[in-house]
């Protein structure tokens, strides 16, 4: 159901700025927080922010 208002993904405002540590469409690591690189698991993104 396109209409229903949970089928919409939210947006964010930039990659870089963007809160949300959940996004599948995340393209660059957030900016104000520090992030870790576990090579033997892989999650939505690479890394880990924390």
């Known amino acids: ?3 229903a208002a ?3 993904t939210r947006i964010g ?3 870089r700025i ?3 540590g959940d ?3 995340r393209a660059f ?3 104000d927080r520090p992030i870790s690189v576990d090579p ?3 999650g939505i993104v690479p ?3 924390g």
Do not use: F, G, M, N
């Open 47 to 49: 890394y880990r922010v």
């Open 18 to 20: 963007c809160p949300r």
């Open 1 to 3: 159901d396109l209409a």
């Open 29 to 31: 690591p957030p900016s």
């Open 13 to 15: 405002i930039s990659c």
């Open 40 to 42: 033997d698991s892989r």
């Open 23 to 25: 996004c599948d469409q």
């Open 6 to 8: 949970a089928a919409a």
